[in-house]
């Protein structure tokens, strides 16, 4: 298993104890683990979840294939949850849903991607999957969540990146 993002270890704290989290893109499950490994219950969805096929059978944890770019419904209707995870996968028009998804009072938004100037370090390098600046600190004001830590800029670990990164939180 990949090690988890640092953001999302930094920020952990700000997640209520006990809270379901939603776990988009999940991929190999680097978060879905990490949560469940808190005690969380957790809802992970990708359009592949194969690679959690081990998690099948853990009553708290929720697998969901879902095919979020195809233009299908939102597959979580009126779901909310105490946070919300993306790290690496960037699809604005998504960014209404994940904010509909936080709970109602106190969700917490941890995300973490790449933003314009990350093709000086290979992939991703279309503009259509980086960030602009200030992008995710701008829609979270503009959705009325409270940003709790906002970073962007170059990073040299786990790679060389260009990343921008935002926990928020839900009035």
Not at 57 to 79: C, F
């Amino acid at each position: 298993m990949t090690d988890i993002s640092r953001w999302i270890a930094r920020c952990v704290g700000l997640v209520p104890a006990g809270a379901a989290v939603l776990d988009v893109a999940a991929g190999g499950g680097r978060h879905t683990r990490f949560f469940r490994g808190r005690g969380h219950p957790v809802t992970a969805i990708d359009r592949d979840v194969s690679e959690l096929a081990d998690l099948v059978a853990d009553p708290g944890t929720d697998l969901l294939s879902a095919d979020l770019e195809g233009g299908a419904p939102w597959p979580l209707p009126g779901r909310t949850f105490g946070a919300v995870i993306v790290a690496n996968y960037l699809h604005r028009p998504l960014w209404p849903r994940l904010v509909e998804a936080l709970a109602p009072s106190g969700g917490v938004l941890l995300y973490e991607t790449f933003m314009v100037g990350n093709e000086r370090f290979g992939r991703p390098s279309n503009p259509d999957f980086l960030l602009r600046r200030d992008e995710l600190r701008d829609l979270a004001l503009a959705a009325g969540l409270d940003v709790m830590a906002f970073e962007q800029g170059d990073v040299a670990e786990p790679r060389p990146a260009t990343t921008q990164r935002i926990a928020a939180r839900r009035r």
